[in-house]
């Protein structure tokens, strides 16, 4: 079954192009796929363990339910990729799946299969690498170009297939006899140990201490830095805790250096888990919940569960499976909740905020809004950062909602951040770096465009549209320049002024779905008179909180001209 959804998976990818409007929910099937062939795996890995035959009906409707869910995922707000780390995580534990505690052994099939996976990654990068190798070749001898068929077929075979495909070949079975590691470890496994005892422990042990010296300093200036604990406690706690871990078997553990961490590792982290904790608990004070932070808050329990647990609790509990066993728990939980828990608090934090502002009555309709008067800025600056994050997640309609029993209720022209802020007189509350401005982008996907009615292509031309600009923008090897006059674009031929355009009405018609412009048709014409056409294709968008400001790429199409 693992393989049958690596060849469906690796068919959507070679098909991606093909599906036009419903790309966005492929890409999201697709992760569902990988989901469910991880679910897959792990299920035979469990019942090989008890020597049980595979169950592949309950492995199809499994991987049925899993592509369904990541369908819909973003409209049920789910974090589909979570699952397949919770998929990846519980691995290892599949060995000893309803057995006693056996350490060596389920550190042993862990420790194979994921040097299976760094095999598999060099093996594509080396496929990556000849492929290239092989379609220079053929550019440079034989003028043959196979750019399009690397890019759609030999790619997605390679990395959607090939490489799992050799990734699944070399997990060793699961009775396997681990006894090896007492008198006679492999070279693999001392390799993996050496990298643990001389690399990782003396490194993070000196991190360690850095890391104590900051919180200490911390306690003693009595401020926390903005946006910094998380970065510095997060991969500490992660990499400390995987290099306990590769320091377990007998004939690691009994080195001094790995022995003094194994001492001190559960110890140390439980400081850096708290100040992590308190990070993240003023953040979420401050900003309300997102996904990004409910992970981080998740990693708090899991860090501080396994640093009480294992530095307080007897050794007789100490099974390396609880480790990897409990963070697969919690990323599943957050796949299912984070979001919208998150989505929830922010709509709350926006409602409370805009009564404090004075925008909303406490029966809870919004003001018109020339009885809108501002009373509480930081009320107002709360409001507005919650109502960015509603747009930037799907949020419009729970929007659209506040504004009922209003004098008008935004229709889709509202989507854009800027022109629901100003409605509300919000626009001149300026956000701090947590609550930045609205931000979205389009790129063009290179679809053909049919330009068989001109006779000349020009450009690209970088444009950044606003108020101000005035300046002329020259097209290489052309005789066509564009100039900005605030928000209109005025193409120019030998001197001559040919048409004005009013690229802004036009960019801020398109429609934002989270933070991506969606453009239907990036073809614009916009001169003919004769047998003289002028058309733009634009290829890229970036539009950053100001209406009257974004930068556009475009390109020129021209006929009839001399």
């Excluded at 990782?200 to 306690?219: C, H, N, Q, R, V």
């Excluded at 950062?385 to 309609?397: C, D, E, R, S, T």
């Excluded at 292509?457 to 005789?479: A, C, F, H, M, R």
């Amino acid at each position: 079954m693992p393989v049958s959804l690596m060849v469906i998976f690796t068919a959507i990818l070679i098909l991606y192009r093909d599906f036009g409007g419903f790309r966005e929910h492929i890409s999201w099937l697709c992760v569902g796929l990988v989901a469910a062939a991880y679910a897959c795996v792990n299920m035979v890995l469990a019942r090989e363990t008890h020597g049980k035959a595979p169950m592949i009906v309950l492995q199809v409707l499994l991987s049925l339910v899993l592509a369904v869910i990541a369908w819909f995922s973003e409209s049920l707000r789910l974090l589909t990729p979570f699952i397949v780390g919770a998929g990846i995580l519980v691995l290892g534990n599949t060995v000893q799946w309803k057995k006693g505690r056996d350490d060596l052994h389920t550190w042993d099939f862990t420790h194979k299969i994921w040097t299976g996976a760094i095999f598999a990654t060099v093996g594509s990068i080396i496929y990556l690498l000849g492929i290239l190798a092989i379609m220079a070749a053929l550019k440079s001898l034989f003028g043959i170009d196979i750019e399009k068929l690397m890019e759609r077929i030999l790619l997605p075979i390679g990395f959607g297939l090939l490489a799992p495909l050799y990734w699944l070949s070399t997990i060793p079975p699961v009775d396997e006899d681990a006894s090896e590691l007492y008198e006679n470890p492999s070279f693999i496994s001392k390799a993996v140990a050496f990298l643990g005892t001389w690399l990782l422990s003396p490194l993070t042990l000196i991190y360690a201490l850095i890391l104590l010296a900051y919180g200490l300093k911390i306690i003693l200036t009595g401020e926390l830095p903005k946006g910094e604990i998380a970065a510095l406690t997060t991969p500490f706690l992660i990499i400390g805790t995987g290099t306990w871990l590769v320091l377990d078997p007998p004939f690691v553990r009994d080195n001094p250096l790995a022995k003094l961490f194994r001492k001190c590792w559960f110890f140390l982290s439980i400081p850096a888990a708290l100040l992590l904790a308190v990070a993240i608990g003023i953040r979420i004070g401050n900003y309300g919940l997102t996904w990004e932070r409910f992970g981080l808050v998740c990693c708090v329990v899991w860090a501080l569960g396994l640093g009480l647990s294992f530095a307080l609790g007897p050794k007789a509990k100490r099974d390396i499976r609880i480790i990897p066993g409990l963070a697969a728990a919690l990323m599943f939980v957050t796949a299912f909740i984070a979001q919208p828990l998150s989505f929830h608090n922010q709509k709350s934090r926006a409602i409370d905020g805009l009564k404090t502002a004075g925008v909303m009555t406490e029966a809870g309709l919004i003001k018109p809004k020339a009885d809108i008067n501002i009373v509480d800025e930081a009320a107002a600056r709360k409001a507005k950062g919650a109502l960015q994050y509603l747009q930037k997640n799907n949020g419009f309609p729970a929007i659209q909602k506040m504004f009922e029993g209003a004098e008008s209720i935004p229709d889709d022209d509202y989507k854009y951040s800027t022109d629901v802020v100003e409605r509300l007189k919000l626009d001149s509350i300026s956000l701090n770096s947590k609550d930045r401005d609205f931000y979205a982008s389009y790129y063009n996907d290179d679809s053909p465009i049919n330009i068989s009615e001109y006779d000349l292509l020009s450009g690209p031309y970088w444009l950044n549209v606003n108020t101000q600009n005035s300046s002329s923008i020259e097209g290489k090897g052309t005789e066509f320049s564009i100039a900005l006059g605030g928000r209109n674009v005025i193409i120019i031929h030998q001197g001559i002024e040919i048409v004005t355009y009013d690229i802004r009405t036009w960019v801020m018609a398109q429609s934002i779905e989270t933070s991506e412009i969606i453009i239907r048709d990036p073809f614009i014409p916009i001169f003919a008179e004769g047998e003289q056409r002028l058309a733009l294709v634009v290829k890229n968008i970036s539009y950053s909180g100001n209406k009257e400001e974004f930068s556009v790429q475009v390109l020129l199409l021209s006929a009839g001209f001399e």
